[in-house]
């Protein structure tokens, strides 16, 4: 990490700036299996707090550590409206479960496919779009080279570092990080954590 911490911060004063300030990097992973894409769709449009409710309702009521198809599919979607999930996720989730079973999408071939092909691969899930398939890569598959350009954080983060006159788009943002090569992730997380300067992502 110190030399991915090294060229960014000597391609780019600003985002030096911001490494500093924020300090040491501590990005949290999570494992690449069909529980961490289940929990990408319940925090989407959400905040942490909200989601992270629902998600510990979910995971307690499917009764599987960690949640698998066959849990999520034993759960009635009546039950699943209880727990908080709306109808449109309940039928992402259930998409997603289904096709984890049948074979359609596969965690294990994720890990040999390259970012593009991963965001194929995901995107094929009603539900799962590339945001998802992007965190999906950068926290999952730990890719060092994300930069998702949708992200309304990491472009608000950008907006403010560069003082920018409108949130930036998609080709702005690419422009801006075509430096921080091939380490983009890690900038990512310090954008991120520069929106609330100490606090946790």
Same mark, same amino acid.
């Given at each position: +990490?110190? =030399?991915?911490?090294?060229?960014?911060?000597?391609?780019?004063?600003?985002?030096?700036?911001?490494?500093?300030?924020?300090?040491?990097? $501590?990005?949290?992973?999570?494992?690449?299996?069909?529980?961490?894409? !289940?929990?990408?769709?319940?925090?989407?449009?959400?905040? $942490?707090?909200?989601?992270?409710?629902?998600?510990?309702?979910?995971?307690?009521?499917?009764?599987?550590?960690?949640?698998? %198809?066959?849990?999520?599919? =034993?759960?009635?979607?009546?039950?699943?409206?209880?727990?908080?999930?709306? =109808?449109?996720?309940?039928?992402?989730?259930?998409?997603?479960?289904?096709?984890?079973?049948?074979?359609?999408?596969?965690?294990?071939?994720?890990?040999?496919?390259?970012?593009?092909? !991963?965001?194929?691969?995901?995107?094929? !899930?009603?539900?799962?779009?590339?945001?998802?398939?992007?965190?999906?890569?950068?926290?999952?598959?730990?890719?060092?080279?994300?930069? %998702?350009?949708?992200?309304?954080?990491?472009?608000?983060? +950008?907006?403010?570092?560069?003082?920018? %006159?409108?949130?930036?788009? %998609?080709?702005?943002?690419?422009?801006?990080?075509?430096?921080?090569?091939?380490?983009?992730? !890690?900038?990512?997380?310090?954008?991120?954590?520069?929106?609330?300067?100490?606090?946790?992502?």
């Amino acid at each position: +990490m110190k =030399k991915a911490l090294s060229h960014l911060t000597r391609t780019d004063p600003t985002l030096g700036a911001i490494i500093s300030r924020v300090g040491r990097y $501590g990005i949290e992973y999570r494992e690449p299996t069909f529980q961490t894409l !289940v929990r990408a769709i319940v925090y989407q449009q959400l905040s $942490g707090k909200a989601a992270k409710t629902i998600y510990d309702r979910l995971a307690a009521a499917a009764k599987a550590d960690p949640l698998t %198809p066959e849990s999520i599919l =034993k759960l009635r979607p009546a039950r699943m409206r209880k727990l908080g999930l709306s =109808k449109q996720k309940i039928e992402y989730i259930r998409g997603l479960a289904r096709m984890t079973r049948d074979g359609e999408v596969s965690f294990e071939a994720c890990t040999e496919l390259d970012d593009a092909g !991963v965001i194929d691969h995901l995107t094929k !899930v009603k539900g799962v779009g590339v945001w998802s398939a992007q965190m999906f890569l950068l926290f999952a598959l730990r890719r060092h080279d994300v930069l %998702p350009t949708g992200d309304l954080g990491v472009r608000v983060a +950008m907006k403010r570092a560069y003082d920018l %006159p409108d949130l930036p788009a %998609p080709a702005e943002m690419e422009r801006i990080a075509a430096s921080w090569r091939p380490y983009r992730s !890690v900038a990512v997380w310090y954008l991120w954590r520069s929106l609330d300067n100490q606090a946790a992502m």
